[in-house]
Nanobody, 126 residues
Framework: VQLVESGGGLVQAGGSLRLSCAASGFRLQDYAIAWFRQAPGKEQEGISCISSANNAKWYEDSMADRFIISSDQAKNTVDLQMNSLTLADTAVYHC????????????????????WGQGTQVTVSS
């Protein structure tokens, strides 16, 4: 099982970035995928989760209006489109495989994750 994030980088406040998570060693049809982030000195927080069965999407409240998760099962990738970025969005972003095909209650805690990507740095400048 491997998850590799890409697309991070430096962006000005107000800009957009699209992160991609390439999955290998398993099929996206069988597992939900979630995105998390961790800023320096802060706890990890869940961003969004997408189920495999019906493409149901879940967002943490503060992310729903600016972030969009999508899945391409043919390519085995899950993307995270991030818009209207602010300094507070600076963090290392990780994608993760949920051990179920759906996003369970409490997915944002990370306790249902069984595999993590190494992360990609997103830095928002003023």
């Amino acid at each position: 099982v491997q998850l590799v994030e890409s697309g991070g980088g430096l962006v000005q406040a107000g800009g957009s970035l699209r992160l991609s998570c390439a999955a290998s060693g398993f099929r996206l049809q069988d597992y939900a995928i979630a995105w998390f982030r961790q800023a320096p000195g802060k706890e990890q927080e869940g961003i969004s989760c997408i189920s495999s069965a019906n493409n149901a999407k879940w967002y943490e409240d503060s992310m729903a209006d600016r972030f969009i998760i999508s899945s391409d099962q043919a390519k085995n990738t899950v993307d995270l489109q991030m818009n209207s970025l602010t300094l507070a969005d600076t963090a290392v972003y990780h994608c993760a495989r949920v051990r179920y095909g759906f996003c369970p209650a409490g997915w944002a805690t990370g306790q249902s994750v069984d595999s993590w990507g190494q992360g990609t740095q997103v830095t928002v400048s003023s």
